[in-house]
């Protein structure tokens, strides 16, 4: 028996620094307060490989060591004030804490000093106003303090170091928050300050190094003032001509011990609109990336005819309520390019054999904060997500002819604004979901996303046939939250803008696509909207649960509360929209429904440290309380977070700020006497201490006769038990680099056996997660019997 993570779906970091692609062909990213191992070519379309788990606050710079070799070690810098180097040792990365600033780092820089890739030397910027410089002279020793150079006031936006040309002296320079870039230069082993370069009029954001063919050092900046600058270091001849050395003196002039050059403003490249955070040599071709947050990358080439620096490939966004590129860069390989933007998803172009176009390439992208709820469709054929980034997200299985199947996001079908809270999933392309105002919205696939659906997952036409579906997608007035259903293959009409009296279009672009592959960004943002239905109106206070029946006929709902009349759960029938019942039981907010399998019994746990089981009449479709807990009863003396039943109804468990897990039971002799009805606890509790459970899962079926349950806890971690009357024994666990490394918010199996995707029929068992680290991941779990 195992557990392996087979997809795991986040997005990077909002800093410009936090990803880098290495000549290992491995991006590495920050993403919330972990680094993740990214390979794009893996399988179908790309798959997160490794978690690295060390920091205490967000990461805002990695760097692959940068060597002759393929890398097998970088560097990461955080908002707690460390840098943390990671060394592949086997098939683990080991670190190693580099400690001393007294704030955020917020850029890191590296590179091997000689080819064997022993001797490095890290360079780490801070908001302490103060560059470190940290040395190693072989790879079986620690890395230590070098140097520390003070800014007074000043802060370092950019960093970048390189060998001067020919020589193992290295260079350093430093974007500044005054416009300037400072230039340090080693000598006798210390960095010794050397030059200012001036010309930017705003913060310098963007640096880096190459060598032309002509041997001269190149460097360029990009700055906050859309502009993007190239200085030549020259190299002087050891015996210059008076007239040369008369012009030497006028220049900015880099010297050492044995290296001597003139620094001379190359050119000035304008073509972007807005602020330019990056710029990237490709060393194939002499070429340089930049990206800008006007939507926009751009490669700049010299043109020998005119002696000028000319844009050559322009790629980007179009459309969607988006911010720009906050990085970019070159592919190992000189052929392919990456786009890191303001939301933290990933856009990566392909050059085709010809030359002539920039394919987008499918990538792996998730939500940019908080993941809050997620729900299986009825046939687990995919996921859906809600995230506090206000948006949902539909993951699905891709498989590329014979290669390994891939997840990938291929909808996203609510763009809010308010943050999402939850979600109830109420037939294959109906959804409902909750968010932090009073109303409940439903939501119903166009007939765009089912056959783009069929198509990218291999599903039996007759699905699609059985969706009665009459608009073709959604768009979204531009100053409404409801998405309104389009009937045209393309809006464009509404969604421009008349006259100058109305400037704002009515609504906002869509145009249906055909897809055979999971979408690019720019398609998920504003392609893939699904049409709401309904709004249903009746709670006080901010939509907090949500769940529906698996018969998909009934949905409950819950809201934020503090007195028991806005506690209660509103029974709503999907067929109609209309509100069948309130049911009054707790004191404070609900923060978990569930109904049971078979439909007939609703689940409540809250903050009042009790939970409540509603029983269903069939006939009438309202429901009776059946049993609940209070002080005399109740084994939590904490929040209950969590609620869960088992997949044949007979039990359900709930977990708590206490640590504890009670799986709970009906007993058909017990007298109703008091307020527990005929429940009680079932075997003995499962005590977990100074850890807090905050999300429970049974599985669809019993493992070797016992049931398996999924517990998440605060920590992050998942532990996976078998569970019978007779007691509990752990199955597995799932550490915070496989799983969390911040809370989890929501476990739930796949609802059939099997694994999505998969044309094999297996016993396989998969389980969704969902974290507050900005991570939803899915697990496959090999069992021998099922």
């Known amino acids: 028996m195992s557990v392996e993570v087979c997809y795991t779906s986040c997005s990077s970091n909002q800093t410009p620094t936090c990803v880098n692609w290495g000549k290992n062909n491995l991006i590495c990213f920050a993403s919330c307060n972990s680094i993740r191992i990214y390979d794009p070519w893996w399988g179908s379309g790309g798959k997160i490989l490794n978690t690295l788990c060390g920091h205490t606050q967000r990461v805002n710079s ?107 002296t290295l260079v350093m320079a430093c974007g500044m928050d005054n416009s300037n870039i400072q230039l340090y230069v ?24 190459t060598v032309d063919d002509r041997g001269d050092l190149i460097l360029a900046s990009s700055s906050q003032d859309s502009l993007i600058r190239l200085w030549r270091f020259s190299h002087v001849s050891t015996k210059p001509s008076a007239d040369e050395y008369e012009l030497i003196l006028k220049k900015s002039r880099v010297k050492t011990s044995n290296y001597d050059c003139v620094i001379s403003l190359e050119s000035i490249l304008a073509g972007h609109e807005s602020w330019v955070y990056s710029v990237n040599w490709n060393m194939k071709d002499f070429t340089v990336l930049s990206a800008s947050l006007d939507k926009s990358m751009i490669i700049w080439g010299y043109d020998a005819n005119s002696g000028l620096w000319l844009e050559k490939v322009r790629v980007g966004e179009v459309g969607g309520n988006t911010l720009g590129f906050y990085g970019g860069m070159f592919g190992p390989n000189g052929d392919t390019i990456l786009a890191h933007g303001y939301h933290g998803a990933f856009h990566i172009w392909s050059c085709s054999k010809e030359g002539d176009s920039w394919d987008p390439v499918v990538t792996v992208n998730g939500h940019f904060n908080e993941v809050a709820d997620l729900g299986w469709e009825p046939q687990g054929e995919f996921l859906l997500s809600v995230s506090t980034d206000q948006t949902t997200r539909i993951h699905a299985p891709w498989t590329f002819g014979d290669k390994i199947t891939t997840w990938h996001e291929i909808s996203r079908p609510q763009v809010h604004g308010y943050d999402l809270s939850c979600i109830a999933v109420l037939s294959r392309y109906k959804f409902a979901s909750g968010a932090e105002e009073k109303i409940v919205r439903s939501f119903k696939a166009p007939k765009n996303f089912v056959q783009n659906f069929c198509r990218i997952c291999h599903i039996d036409d007759s699905y699609e046939e059985s969706a009665t579906v009459e608009p073709k997608g959604a768009a979204v007035p531009s100053l409404g939250l409801s998405n309104k259903a389009v009937y045209e293959d393309d809006n464009a009409d509404q969604a421009t803008a008349k006259t100058t009296k109305e400037p704002y279009p009515e609504e906002s672009y869509f145009k249906a696509v055909d897809l055979a592959e999971p979408p690019t960004e720019e398609t998920l943002l504003q392609n893939t909207l699904w049409p709401e239905i309904q709004k249903l109106y009746g709670h006080g206070y901010e939509i907090y649960s949500l769940a529906a029946s698996p018969d998909g006929v009934l949905l409950a709902s819950a809201c934020k509360s503090t007195t028991k009349e806005h506690a209660a759960i509103l029974i709503w029938d999907t067929s109609t929209w209309t509100q069948l019942q309130k049911l009054y039981s707790h004191t404070l907010t609900i923060v978990q429904l569930a109904f049971s399998p078979d439909s007939k019994h609703l689940l409540s746990v809250s903050r009042d440290r009790r939970w409540s089981i509603f029983t269903r009449d069939t006939d009438t479709n309202t429901f009776q309380l059946k049993g609940t807990t209070d002080k005399k009863t109740g084994i939590h003396t904490r929040i209950i977070w969590c609620c869960a039943w088992s997949h044949d109804s007979q039990y359900f468990a709930t977990g708590s700020r206490d640590g504890k897990v009670v799986i709970w039971g009906r007993n058909p002799d017990k007298p109703p006497e008091d307020v527990l009805g005929q429940y009680e606890a079932v075997g003995h509790v499962l005590e977990f201490k100074g850890e807090s459970v905050t999300a429970l899962a049974f599985a669809p079926v019993t493992v070797e006769g016992s049931y398996l349950v999924g517990v998440g806890f605060e920590s992050g971690i998942i532990k996976l038990y078998q569970w019978n009357v ?61």
């Not at 704030?103 to 780490?124: F, G, H, P, Q, W």
């Not at 150079?149 to 370092?156: D, E, N, P, Q």
């Not at 680099?737 to 199996?749: E, K, N, P, Q």
């Open 62 to 168: 990695v760097k692959w060591i940068a060597g002759p070799r393929c890398e097998t070690e970088l560097v990461s810098g955080s908002s707690d004030g460390n840098a943390i180097v990671w060394s592949l040792k086997g098939d683990d990365y080991v670190s190693f804490v580099l400690r001393g600033h007294e704030s955020n780092v917020n850029i890191v820089d590296c590179l091997y000093r000689d080819s064997e890739c022993k001797a490095a030397v890290i360079a780490t910027a801070s908001l302490d106003s103060t560059v470190k410089v940290w040395t190693r002279s072989n790879v079986d020793g620690d890395f230590e303090l070098k140097q520390n150079l003070v800014f007074g006031y000043g802060i370092a936006m950019a960093m970048r170091i390189a060998f001067l040309p020919a020589t193992t």
């Open 726 to 786: 007779k007691g509990w024994e752990l199955f597995s666990i799932l550490d915070n680099r496989s799983a969390h490394h911040l809370t989890v918010r929501r476990l739930s199996f796949r609802p059939v056996v099997g694994e999505a995707g998969s044309k094999v029929r297996n016993n396989r068992l998969q389980l969704a997660s969902c974290g507050s680290d900005y991570t939803l991941r899915i697990y496959t779990i090999n069992v021998n019997d099922t």
């Open 186 to 209: 080693e000598d006798n082993d210390r960095f010794c300050e050397s030059e200012v370069l001036r010309g930017h009029e705003n913060w310098v954001r963007g640096l880096d190094f």
